[in-house]
């Protein structure tokens, strides 16, 4: 028998800089929700079904997009509105706030377990050439070249911390704060800091 899901709210986020200066001045990023809408509880039976309902968003997020970018329907070049659509998604929560889906203006769509392809290539490619690539530098001495690919690379395991953080949350078992904490070696209570999404 195919699973059910049942989506009962929907969160449309807009990507912020981080409040904390030093934070923000290398990249870290924040969701933040800006609007929520209640939808119809009816079940979803299986994957394909979620799948369906899931991408069905994509037009009312591009309008929402397009809406926080220029609220008062001033028309834009189509690559500030594709900017505008890389900086929102939807989160499409359950009754118990469990994350279902994630999607984006740009019609990617994830989903509990699925790591984001475009982040999964950018790991690949740090690993791959990258980290090398910083190595070389430091033997060079070459020491800016070095510290700016550092910088570079740091954002990238920041956007996997974040990633791999939402699916331990948002999965259909969710990892407790504790053993987060603990994976991390910080106190739960400082988790805020590291985790963008919410359990609730």
């Not at 990023?29 to 609007?35: R, S, Y």
């Amino acid at each position: 028998m195919a699973r059910q899901f049942r989506p009962e709210r929907v969160e449309y986020d807009v990507l912020t800089a981080h409040p904390d200066a030093a934070e923000a001045a290398v990249g870290v990023t924040l969701w933040a929700t800006a609007a929520v809408d209640a939808v119809d509880p009816a079940p979803l039976n299986g994957m394909d079904a979620l799948k369906d309902y899931v991408l069905a968003m994509v037009p009312r997020l591009r309008d929402f997009a397009e809406h926080v970018t220029a609220p008062n329907g001033e028309a834009h070049a189509p690559a500030l509105r594709y900017g505008a659509y890389l900086s929102v998604r939807a989160m499409i929560r359950d009754k118990s706030g469990l994350a279902l889906a994630e999607v984006y203006a740009d019609g990617r769509a994830l989903f509990p377990g699925e790591l984001d392809a475009d982040l999964r290539g950018r790991i690949n490619g740090l690993v791959n050439v990258g980290l090398p690539m910083v190595t070389r530098a430091v033997d060079q001495g070459a020491y800016e070249n070095a510290l700016e690919s550092l910088m570079k690379a740091r954002g990238v395991l920041n956007a996997m911390l974040q990633a791999v953080m939402n699916m331990a949350v948002s999965g259909p078992e969710p990892v407790s704060r504790e053993r987060l904490a603990a994976a991390l070696h910080v106190q739960p209570g400082d988790l805020e800091s590291w985790y963008t999404g919410r359990t609730s």
